[in-house]
């Protein structure tokens, strides 16, 4: 292993982030690159803080290159969000393994289930079950133990070891030629209600961050809860409920032909979610009574988010057009001069710039625009737009 990749959200970076980096450094990796969800996640939500702030404090707790993965992928279903993850890390022409914490922490378990998917019959398989209004991860599993026995596919029954299945079928659809390594996780697990050790899942991290702030440096490398700290102060602290009602008027002014529009959206989803609007008055109450076996909780907070923030469904299609440097140290920086001209892509500090090298890139970098003026208005202290023309590229040299 010579540069590994690590896909991650880092909403915020804690010990078990740490403890990932750590592992594939004592593995052999002589640097880390990640590729980073941007100011939204894939739970359909903002992230804590900005995308600018999470990636300086992963650098600074231990991560050397800070790739931005951007908005179409970043708040897609785990099939697009690995498939944009994977195609960016496998672009800049310098990585050779891909790393990733799992449940089961064996990695050729986890190729063997990757196998198990990509069987030729396998779609047939999924088309019959989907019929049956369950969930795309419900009717999956259904279709692949048609194929296979329960024990070999047992890691498709935890979060971590499931994604890690769709970042090896991704490199798959890309002809990628990438090795893949799991870190056992060890302490909470991923959503965990409560922390073991010293390890407290990111989802916990942030209920706490509400009612004792202090209590994370228990769970976070100091570095990484300094810059959150430092966020909170300056009042660029992310508050969903901020843009609740802006949300709750688009739905309801919405037209449905338009609503169709958002990825996911299918079997008249459009109707059920525009009448909920114009029931209910909170997003809550909407995606409850819209939700169902077939449209979870995490899948309409991202059709609903993504509809807002104006991301097609034919978006996440296309190639990103650009690798997106958010922060680097000086390892990363050796790792961006081994990357000239090996990668596939521009790579950028600015989107100005990438819009100069690539015409192709404007509906990508106008949407990662606005997107950043819509969060800057959910921050405790709203502040000036346009943030992602004017941010710099953090350097820890």
């Known amino acids: 292993m010579q540069v590994c990749g690590v896909v991650a959200e880092f909403?915020?970076?804690?010990?078990?982030?740490?403890?990932?980096?750590?592992?594939?450094?004592?593995?052999?990796?002589?640097?880390v690159v990640c590729v980073m969800s941007?100011?939204?996640?894939?739970?359909?939500?903002?992230?804590?803080?900005?995308?600018?702030?999470?990636?300086?404090?992963?650098v600074l707790s231990g991560a050397d290159l800070i790739l931005e993965l951007p908005l179409p992928y970043s708040i897609s279903t785990a099939m697009f969000?690995?498939?944009?993850?994977?195609?960016?890390?496998?672009?800049?022409?310098?990585?050779?393994?891909?790393?990733?914490?799992?449940?089961?922490g064996n990695t050729q378990k986890i190729k063997s289930a990757a196998e198990i998917l990509n069987n030729e019959k396998m779609p047939e398989l999924l088309k019959e079950?989907?019929?049956?209004?369950?969930?795309f991860a419900t009717a999956r599993q259904t279709a692949a133990e048609q194929l296979a026995d329960s024990d070999a596919l047992s890691v498709l029954t935890t979060p971590n070891d499931t994604l890690a299945t769709e970042y090896i079928m991704a490199a798959k659809r890309l002809n990628a030629d990438l090795d893949f390594y799991a870190v056992k996780r060890f302490g909470a697990q991923h959503d965990s209600i409560s922390a073991v050790d010293n390890i407290c899942s990111a989802s916990l991290l942030r209920e706490k961050f509400k009612t004792c702030p202090a209590e994370l440096l228990n769970y976070?490398?100091?570095?990484?809860?300094?810059?959150?700290?430092?966020?909170?102060?300056?009042?660029?602290?992310?508050?969903?409920?901020?843009?609740?009602?802006?949300?709750?008027?688009?739905?309801r002014t919405i037209t449905p032909e338009k609503l169709k529009n958002a990825p996911d959206v299918s079997e008249g989803l459009e109707n059920r979610i525009i009448l909920a609007a114009n029931r209910f008055s909170y997003l809550d109450d909407i995606i409850n009574a819209v939700k169902s076996?077939?449209?979870t909780h995490a899948r309409l907070r991202r059709?609903?988010?993504?509809?807002?923030?104006?991301v097609s469904s034919g978006l996440r299609l296309r190639r990103a057009p650009y690798i997106r440097v958010l922060a680097m140290n000086e390892k990363g920086a050796e790792i961006l001069a081994a990357a000239k001209g090996k990668s596939s892509?521009?790579?950028?500090a600015s989107l100005k710039d990438a819009e100069r090298l690539s015409p192709d890139s404007k509906p990508f970098t106008s949407l990662e625009v606005s997107a950043g003026d819509i969060y800057s208005l959910m921050l405790n202290k709203p502040t000036e737009g346009k943030t992602d023309y004017t941010s710099r590229l953090y350097k820890t040299f």
């Open 220 to 251: 976070m490398p100091k570095s990484s809860y300094e810059v959150l700290k430092a966020e909170a102060e300056a009042g660029k602290v992310a508050d969903y409920s901020l843009l609740e009602r802006a949300i709750v008027a688009h739905l």
């Open 38 to 58: 941007g100011n939204f996640v894939q739970r359909g939500e903002p992230a804590i803080i900005s995308k600018f702030a999470r990636a300086k404090a992963a």
């Open 129 to 135: 079950q989907l019929k049956s209004g369950v969930s």
């Open 81 to 104: 969000f690995a498939n944009g993850a994977i195609d960016i890390l496998n672009s800049l022409g310098v990585i050779d393994t891909i790393c990733f914490g799992s449940e089961c």
């Open 11 to 31: 909403n915020p970076f804690h010990n078990g982030h740490l403890h990932l980096i750590n592992s594939v450094r004592d593995a052999g990796a002589s640097g």
């Open 293 to 295: 076996k077939r449209y």
């Open 303 to 310: 059709i609903i988010l993504s509809s807002y923030l104006g």
């Open 345 to 348: 892509l521009f790579v950028i």
